[in-house]
């Protein structure tokens, strides 16, 4: 898997060793030719010095054979824009961009782009969303219980759930939503809340059901929207 990052301060530089030493292939994108001294040498090697939006910048980090893009930057609109890029342009399936501006976050969202904010960002929130099923990268759960029996997990909302309600999803997934990311607010949902594109789920299930819940989550349920 190959996986292209815009930006390498502290996040995407760690990003990127963290990928590389599970086996991905990665190629970091700065401006700054300063900035890539952060990268172990072999690393630095496929560094591209450009603007991450500039298509030629982004093929020659070969973002046409990329499964995952991660725009990581110190400015929001630089972020998207070469966020947009990867998707719109190249195809790129997982797609994140590092927001400052919470504000911006429901626009962001709108355009079908997942971002994390600076209050909540780690290395680890980004590799979830980079790498479902990410327990490989020694990426584990947001939460466990001491006994080990249950996990809290976030997975963003799959298509055949948008419109339904919250109450509905627990009964056939069989979860419990804990609460609700939503244009960059945090929200706990009522049994009755309707669900919405975009929307990052993070619910608590049982810590053996934990590796099957993405699974579920896009299976089509008899019951899966409102009639």
Known sequence: MHIVILGCGRVGSTLAHTLEDTGHTVAVIDQDPEAFRRLRPATARAAVRGVG?????????????????????????????????????????????RIYDPRRAEVYQRLGIPTVGTVHWTADTILRRLVPGSAGLGVGPLWRDPSGTLVMTEAPLTEVWVGSRVERLESAVGV?????????????????????????????VRATEADGLRARLGARADDGREG
């Open 53 to 97: 939006h500039d298509r030629d910048v982004l093929e020659a980090a070969g973002i046409a054979s990329a499964s995952a893009f991660a725009a990581v930057s110190s400015g929001d609109n630089s972020n998207i824009i070469a966020a947009r890029v990867a998707r719109e342009t190249f195809g790129v399936e997982h797609v994140v961009a």
């Open 176 to 204: 419990r939503v804990a609460y609700l990311s939503r244009g960059g607010e945090l929200l706990l949902p009522r049994g009755d809340e309707t669900l919405r594109a975009g929307d990052m789920l993070h619910v608590l």
